[in-house]
């Protein structure tokens, strides 16, 4: 097989771009929006007949929709990326070999202990706030990150209770296993926790008083968890993602190592695609440090 090039328009057909029932597993753990979806992979792989032994490269990989898709299929593959938002939870949805009965044990020990130290019932009810065995009040961002999300994108009580659920992800277990644990709360921001809504472009929907920050969580984990047992005995070719820019892949890339391109370029008018992660990307510090 010969080196190709399929780009591919993410804006192309709603009907074509919809993640499919059989599609979720894995690619759901966190993804853009504006994603194309993984049988639009699929058939690109099968119509330029890309074989087991070939490697694929997504030059701008965003969430890992073409790595995900090759590894399920076992096909090597290889992607960059420059925003550290994507190319975490890329990196993060690569890696299928933790033993998910582990990360079940450590998603456990961080809820209970997140429940120790903050009492979650009735905060809204009560109308009051109830301090920890420390004394810590409300926890919320520095200045300088508050200044770099949108205003009123997360409320005061979720961002607290955020704040002290990462900062358990954080200090319990494995660093491989925290990893799992942060992906799951950027996810829950984006989808329950933050007031954020997203169209053709992100903004702020209806401000909640309130959200269910742990069970959201635990809602995440558990689709990884499940997710897991459902991958990690298949055939595991190497994924790699690689945090650079795609106009330097030259210095990152072997010599002709990649056998085949699908990938969805960046549209010419976007300045900032940080923007469409930026919740996440300053509460888990990939942006800016939180106080």
Excluded at 8 to 25: C, I, Y
Excluded at 198 to 204: K, L, M, N, Q, Y
Excluded at 226 to 236: A, G, I, K, N, P
Aim: one cysteine or more.
């Amino acid at each position: 097989m010969t080196s190709e090039l399929l780009s591919v328009s993410s804006t192309a057909s709603p009907f074509r771009n919809k993640l499919r029932s059989e599609d979720r597993a894995v690619h759901d753990w966190y993804r853009f929006v504006l994603s194309f979806p993984p049988h639009l992979v699929r058939d690109y792989l099968s119509r330029l007949d890309v074989e087991a032994h070939a490697t694929v490269l997504d030059p701008f990989c965003g969430t890992g929709t073409t790595l995900v898709e090759c590894k399920k299929l076992g096909i090597k593959s290889v992607g960059i990326e420059s925003n550290p938002m994507a190319h975490f939870a890329s990196s993060v949805k690569v890696d299928w070999s933790v033993d998910p009965e582990t990360l079940s044990d450590f998603a456990e020990e961080v809820a209970n202990a997140t429940l120790r130290k903050v009492e979650w019932q009735d905060l809204a009810d009560a109308g009051e706030w109830r301090f920890d065995e420390s004394g810590v009040i409300r926890r919320s961002l520095g200045p300088d990150a508050a200044k770099l999300i949108l205003k009123d994108s997360i409320s005061p009580i979720p961002l607290h209770k955020t704040l002290v659920l990462l900062e358990e992800i954080e200090h319990r277990g494995d660093p491989y296993l925290q990893r799992y644990g942060r992906l799951a709360l950027a996810k829950a921001l984006v989808t329950k926790i933050g007031n954020l809504k997203f169209g053709p472009e992100v903004g702020v929907g209806k401000i909640k008083y309130d959200a269910p920050v742990l069970d959201t969580w635990l809602d995440v984990m558990q689709l990884i968890i499940d997710d897991l047992r459902l991958v990690r005995h298949h055939s595991l070719p190497p994924s790699s993602v690689l945090k650079a820019d795609a106009r330097e892949s030259h210095l990152v890339l072997q010599p002709k190592s990649i056998n085949a391109v699908i990938t969805s370029p960046p549209y010419p008018n976007e300045k900032d695609y940080t923007r469409t992660t930026r919740l996440e990307s300053v509460i888990l510090g990939l942006i800016r440090d939180r106080r």
